[in-house]
């Protein structure tokens, strides 16, 4: 669904601090290849498409919704995709997402976390790609150039939309690659980071963005992580149910819930002046959804 829903949320504590609030419906965007996911990945599968590759690599951990995302895309698209896989133990675990990515016909190789932090050294790379036959390579996340242009375009249909530029957009930050697309069309971001000791991104993002002399400015919060990533406790569970039967959206617990809990935790400590117009991006990732 091209462009997605733009939904207004109300509430006594929206309208007492006395701000618009927004949600911009990524996560209708597809079944499978939903929210940011598909933006990121649009121009990277395009290319790929255009030099006549047939297999994909990419990286990610048990709940990637990256990788859940490009074993879809890819399988559909007629791709043979790989997927490097953050933890040697996981090879015995069945998540949701690597099962589903193995429905998709997605060869997962699982490397210890010692090597998987060495997936952006270009020595690295190269050894993966001899060691796979030369792959179309896709970064952790689909974080690219290619990336932030999908992303950007999100940001022009919410001008469009709206018929102005928010003052924020709020987004989840797992990599850094969707706040990075939206700065990239200069417009601010909010990013709450899903990773615990998440300030790294800052630079992540900031390296992003070399080249690009409009763009807009960042804040980075860290506080709303729940212990770090695809970590979550009861409070964040009561949340998104409480989300869900305030607005009929659904949330998930490792990107969105963490990311709405510390918006409307700013929006009732009077974070925002009033008049601030935010638009709050459902990323999807709902496959790796808790039920209550």
Same mark, same amino acid.
């Given at each position: ?15 007492? $601090? +006395?701000?618009?609030?927004? %949600? ?8 499978? !290849? *939903?929210?940011?996911?598909?933006? =990121?990945?649009?121009? *990277? ?19 990637? /919704?990256?990788?859940?995302?490009? $074993? &879809? ?10 997927? %490097? #896989?953050? +933890? ?22 699982? !490397? ?8 952006? *050294? ?19 996340? +689909? ?5 932030? =242009? ?7 249909? #919410?001008? *469009? ?18 706040? &990075? ?5 200069? $417009?601010? #971001? ?6 615990? +000791? ?34 979550? /406790? @009861? ?5 998104? /149910? ?11 617990? #490792? ?24 638009? @709050? !991006? ?8 808790? %039920?209550?």
């Amino acid at each position: 669904m091209m462009p997605t829903p733009l939904q207004e949320l109300s509430g006594k504590f929206i309208e007492e $601090a +006395g701000i618009k609030l927004f %949600i911009k419906r990524d996560d209708l965007i597809h079944p499978t !290849v *939903s929210g940011n996911k598909w933006r =990121k990945l649009k121009y *990277s599968l395009l290319k790929a498409k255009a030099e006549n590759e047939t297999v994909l690599l990419t990286f990610g951990g048990a709940y990637s /919704n990256h990788l859940y995302a490009t $074993a &879809a895309a890819g399988n559909a698209l007629g791709f043979k995709t790989i997927g %490097i #896989v953050r +933890g040697e133990e996981l090879a015995e675990k069945e998540t949701s997402t690597l099962k589903f990515c193995r429905e998709q016909h997605m060869l997962l190789h699982f !490397v210890s976390r010692q090597e998987y932090r060495r997936r952006h *050294s270009e020595e690295y790379l190269m050894r993966i790609s001899e060691q796979f036959n030369f792959p179309f390579i896709i970064p952790e996340g +689909g974080t690219s150039d290619l990336a932030l =242009k999908g992303v950007g375009e999100m940001v022009t249909e #919410v001008r *469009s939309q709206l018929e102005i530029t928010p003052h924020y957009f709020a987004v989840a930050a797992g990599t850094g690659g969707t706040a &990075a697309g939206i700065l990239s069309a200069n $417009a601010d #971001v909010l990013a709450f980071s899903a990773l615990k +000791g998440g300030d790294f991104l800052e630079k992540e993002i900031n390296e992003l963005l070399i080249g690009y002399e409009n763009k807009g400015k960042l804040k980075l919060l860290t506080d709303y992580h729940f212990g770090g990533y695809a970590k979550w /406790n @009861a409070e964040l569970i009561d949340f998104i /149910n409480r989300f869900k039967d305030d607005y009929g959206i659904q949330l998930e617990q #490792v990107y969105t819930g963490k990311m709405f809990f510390g918006l409307f935790e700013l929006i009732r400590n009077g974070y925002f002046a009033k008049g601030t117009v935010i638009v @709050a !991006v459902h990323t999807g990732g709902l496959q790796g959804l808790l %039920i209550r």
